[in-house]
């Protein structure tokens, strides 16, 4: 389990449907914008409000980080 709101991480090895984010509890996925490249190498976990980093994800496209991969 990843926690993405300590900090600006870099998330190596994320593995879709293996791994999962964990989010504080002042923070729900509605308050997130998932952000990519185009090629699905790179993502980056973003706070919507303030547009602050929590986390850069590689190796995965951000089409592929939904709810279902947060708990
Ligand atoms: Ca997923």
């Known amino acids: 389990m990843i926690e993405v709101t300590s900090g600006r991480d870099t998330i190596l090895n994320f593995e879709d ?16 914008r998932i952000v990519g490249n185009a090629a699905g190498t ?3 976990i973003r706070l919507e409000s303030n547009n602050q980093l929590l986390a850069v994800v590689k190796d995965i496209g951000y089409t592929d980080i939904t709810e279902a991969d947060f708990v």
């Not at 999962?20 to 997130?32: E, I, N, P, R, T």
């Open 17 to 32: 449907g293996i791994d999962y984010f964990s989010l504080g509890s002042s923070v729900s996925f509605a308050d997130l």
């Open 42 to 44: 790179v993502s980056a």
